[in-house]
Each structure stands twice: as structure tokens, then as C-alpha cells.
């Protein structure tokens, strides 16, 4: 479950901090040159977040990091909630951009879901944090537009292209979280998943039943022997990512 979701903090505060005004003036003014700049402050939040996790995002630690005092961190963002909008603009606007231009929908749409997959690679804490209400910054806004692009001349209608970008990027970002989840096990465990279940092994043969679940027995086999592992988030992703576009290919051929 998310800890942390994006767009808690006051919109009108957010809004200014990303797109780089005061709440008072209109766009392309500016004030007088701050100490730290906004892209400064996300991006010591961002290694912390990086290497520790979100919740490790404070900003008293984020001041510490830059060295300055908490109190005066404040006067550059007003608070945690709007400090996360500013990371994950941040982190959007460095998206890779890699889709090819003229080899199709399929492959344009690939190409988006891969960029998504290396960003939660680079970035795992996103997977925590709630987007249902992105903050619209100038990262978001480019990222959406590049992604929206590899769907253009599909004959899909608007709404339809936002829904179909919607249920892929869902599709990236579910297996991002099964990912993640995968590799804390292993780090909490301080075994892989072969060193666990040979751990295991001689339980396990006691208290399963293969003739009380033979289609279980059979098939968590073939999968173990195949994958080394009951998951493999590569193998999840690529049949995944295939049947994603498979079902768009049934609104796009038509049209």
C-alpha cells in the first residue's frame, strides 16, 4: 500500500514551486535568486529516497543534507507533501524518451512501458507513492505527452488513449511493485528465492499434498524448474506487457 501520495499539500503552493513562480505572480516573473534552488533541494531528496526509501524523506534530513537549517528549508518548499510533488516531477522529466518514430504503435507503446520500467528501477520509492492525482508540473505534463504520442494514429479517441496509457502504465507499475517486493524479500531474508525454498524443502514435503492439488503440484513445477524461483519478475513482465498490447489490438485493428 502507498505511504505517501502526490498532491496533499496546498495546490496553489505546489503549482507556483513547480512550474517556478510565486503564488502571487504570473508565469515568467520572477523574484529575487534563492540560496538553493528548487532543482537543488529535489535532488538530495531524491538520492536519500533513492537509497533509503521514501519514508526516509524528511525535511529536516533533506535541510541536514544540503546544510542549512530546517527552518530555513521551509522557506523553499512549504512542506514534506509538496517536497514529494517536486521529486516526482523531478524524476518524470528525466524519463528516457526512446519510443522510434516510424515502427508502430506496438512498438512505440514498448518502448513507453520499458522508459516506465527503468524509472521504477532507478527510482523504487515511486512505487509507494500514491499518483492518482499527479502533480501537474512541467515534468508530468512532458512526460504525458511523450507517452500520449505513441498511441497517436491508433484511431482511438481521446478518451480511449488516456484509458489504454492508463492501463499500461497500471501494468508497469503493478509489476514495479511485485519487483520491489521480490527483492526485499531476499534482502530480508538475506537468501534468494532457490536458497529459500531448498531451506525449506524437507517441510514442505511433509505438509503439501500433491494428490490433494495436483494441478498445483504440477504446475508451481514446471514454473520453479523454468524460472529457478516461484516468480520471475522478468518472465512476469515480458508475457504481461505481450497480452497488454494483444488486448489494445483489439480496439486499435478494428479502427
Known amino acids: 500500500m502507498a505511504s505517501d501520495r ?9 503549482l507556483a514551486l513547480l512550474w517556478g513562480v510565486s503564488a502571487e505572480e504570473k508565469p515568467g516573473r ?3 535568486r534563492q540560496a538553493k534552488s528548487p532543482a537543488e533541494i529535489a535532488a538530495a531528496a531524491i538520492v536519500i529516497a533513492d537509497a533509503e526509501g521514501v519514508d526516509a524523506v524528511t525535511m529536516r534530513r533533506v535541510a541536514q543534507e544540503l546544510g542549512v537549517s530546517p527552518m530555513a528549508l521551509y522557506t523553499y518548499v512549504p512542506g514534506k507533501a ?6 516526482l516531477d523531478t524524476v518524470y522529466a528525466a524519463v528516457p524518451r ?10 512505440r507503446v514498448t518502448a513507453v512501458a520499458e522508459d516506465n520500467r527503468a524509472l521504477h528501477r532507478a527510482h523504487p520509492w515511486i512505487a509507494a507513492v500514491a499518483t492518482s492525482r499527479p502533480p501537474l508540473g ?9 507517452e500520449l504520442r505513441a498511441f497517436e494514429g491508433t484511431g482511438l479517441s ?10 499500461v502504465l497500471g501494468f508497469v507499475g503493478t509489476c514495479a511493485r511485485m519487483a520491489a517486493d521480490e527483492r526485499a524479500a531476499q534482502q530480508d531474508s538475506a537468501m534468494t528465492d532457490a536458497q529459500w525454498w531448498a531451506a525449506n524443502a524437507e517441510l514442505l514435503a511433509r505438509v503439501f499434498d500433491p494428490e490433494r492439488y495436483p494441478v498445483a503440484a504440477r504446475v508451481g513445477a514446471a514454473a520453479g524448474e523454468a524460472h529457478g524461483a516461484a516468480y ?3 518472465h512476469a513482465y515480458a508475457f504481461g506487457l505481450a497480452r497488454v498490447l494483444d488486448g489494445l489490438a483489439a480496439l486499435i485493428t478494428p479502427a
Open 30 to 32: 520572477r523574484g529575487p
Open 138 to 146: 512541467p515534468g508530468v505534463m512532458a512526460k504525458y505527452e511523450y
Open 232 to 234: 520471475d519478475p522478468d
Open 6 to 14: 502526490s498532491s496533499a499539500g496546498d495546490p496553489a503552493r505546489t
Open 98 to 107: 526512446t519510443a522510434p518514430v516510424d515502427e508502430g504503435w506496438r512498438a
Open 158 to 167: 481521446d478518451v480511449d488513449l488516456d484509458a489504454a496509457l492508463t492501463h
Open 82 to 87: 509538496e517536497l514529494l510533488d517536486l521529486m
